[in-house]
């Protein structure tokens, strides 16, 4: 099969029968909690609804009100949020609308069903927020430049959905009661993690429990956050202190580097920072029992200078193993690096907490370590965490690291890739490869452990 690499591939919404679905089977939506209402309300054969330009089609509905499908619709004044039962019945819409969300199925579909449709957008990307049933009806205050609501809290048992108003007010919104609730003001970010809450409000940052109730206050004009859902470094804040970890079980957050800038999650108690933003040097911090299987506290490990992104550190598959594989030594407004690999020792992590002295506990709080690092390969480039060779704008060579052996083998596995549109390695439906640059097209290689095959 060959595919222009210049064109769009068109997608095609249908609806299909559910009738062996349920809760269970269906696709999870909320936590692993709750069931898609797909799954649980369309129980028979879709019928044709309508016709015209619609975008963004959406099954929502509840137990009461049964299945139905939310679309923008654009008419010739202006768009609408179009609300259709899919089996009987007439619609309706409401207008202006430029976005929609679902609200009450994202908490439980046998809550009777609402909806919020976003009226005009702003340059922050907000504006008015009505809050609908499945008749188009006002059930709830309208929220002025606020973001629709899109998230759930808390994660395992969601009650609501959260919006952030311009007004820098966080608002919590309870399709079961009805209510809506101001949760904080001074917001200017929020992030959910399992079953906290966490802000930053007034340059500090702030983390609530699932009943709201504040657990944390602490920072100085903090400008940066990430969370882990991890249980030894749930959360990580950088302020004019430096940067600082915190979990459930500390008294208070802990000060682990001065300097450094950037701040990235790479896994579940698991940080990527810059120690040295200057010369792109990258530090993990994290335990002992995601590198090597060891128990201990929080460590420091320093990878190495021109890291081009954070993003593109990843923890190995296996806790037992410490090898990191990551493009380094990248110069300044170079397109690419090296592959490097770096790796700790149980007897250096072991001596580095044997010898963590209280002066060193008073300036860093955490044990730091540097890791010994070997250049593998050279003019070397990483997208979507992978990593290629012959980089030419957006096509490359793809590489195999294969890690069974002490040394890493690394292997040619198929030339003229495009990252962007191709799937994991060894994913059944193949990757985009083979680029020919006069022809435009790519071909769709299946790729497995014995080697290539072309579709």
């Not at 609402?114 to 499945?134: H, P, S, T």
């Not at 430096?242 to 896994?267: N, R, Y």
């Amino acid at each position: 099969m060959k595919i222009s690499g210049s064109k769009w591939i068109s997608l095609f919404f249908f609806f299909a029968s559910s009738s062996a679905c349920d809760l269970g089977q269906g696709l999870v939506d909320v936590g692993g909690a709750l069931g898609n209402p797909e799954a649980a309300l369309l129980d028979a054969p879709g019928r044709r609804l309508t016709e015209g330009d619609f975008s963004q089609l959406t099954i929502d509905g509840s137990q009461q009100n049964g299945g139905y499908v939310l679309a923008l619709h654009e008419t010739e004044n202006g768009s609408e949020a179009w609300c259709q039962p899919y089996l009987n019945g007439a619609g309706c819409s409401v207008s202006p609308a430029v976005d929609f969300s679902r609200v009450s199925s994202k908490v439980d579909i046998e809550l009777p069903g609402i909806f919020a449709v976003q009226e005009d957008r702003n340059a922050q990307g907000r504006g008015k927020i009505r809050f609908l049933d499945f008749d188009c009806q006002d059930v709830l205050p309208a929220l002025e430049n606020s973001s629709l609501p899109r998230i759930e809290f808390p994660q395992t048992t969601p009650r609501g959905v959260f919006s952030l108003g311009e007004d820098q007010s966080l608002n919590f919104i309870d399709p079961k009661n009805r209510i809506i609730e101001k949760i904080a003001t001074k917001v200017t970010l929020a992030r959910v993690a399992d079953d906290y809450l966490y802000t930053i409000e007034g340059e500090q940052v702030v983390v609530r429990d699932e009943n709201f109730k504040e657990i944390l206050r602490a920072g100085e004009q903090v400008e940066d956050i990430t969370t882990t859902g991890g249980s030894a470094l749930t959360l990580a804040f950088r302020d004019t202190n430096g940067l600082s970890v915190w979990s459930p079980a500390f008294e208070e957050p802990k000060l682990v580097m001065q300097a450094g800038c950037g701040l990235e999650t790479i896994s579940s108690n698991a940080i990527s920072t810059y120690s040295d933003c200057d010369t792109k040097t990258a530090t993990i911090i994290t335990t002992g029992a995601n590198l090597l299987n060891v128990r201990t506290r929080l460590f420091a490990l320093e990878l190495g200078e021109g890291v081009p992104e954070l993003n593109q550190l990843t923890l190995p598959s296996s806790s037992s193993d410490s090898r990191l594989y990551y493009i380094g030594r990248q110069l300044a407004g170079a397109t690419s690096g090296e592959l490097i690999m770096s790796r700790l020792t149980k007897d250096d992590l072991n001596r580095a907490v044997e010898e963590y002295s209280e002066e060193e506990a008073n300036q860093y709080r955490i044990p730091h370590l540097k890791a010994k690092s070997e250049s593998l390969r050279k003019a070397v480039v990483s997208r979507r965490g992978l990593f290629f060779e012959d980089w030419e704008g957006s096509v490359g060579t793809l590489l195999e690291i294969t890690t069974k052996e002490e040394q890493p083998k690394i292997e040619r596995v198929v030339t003229g890739v495009r990252p962007d549109w191709a799937l994991a390695p060894f994913h059944p439906q193949g990757i985009l490869a083979h680029y020919d640059e006069q022809t435009d097209l790519f071909e769709l290689v299946v790729l497995s452990l014995q080697g290539e095959k072309i579709e």
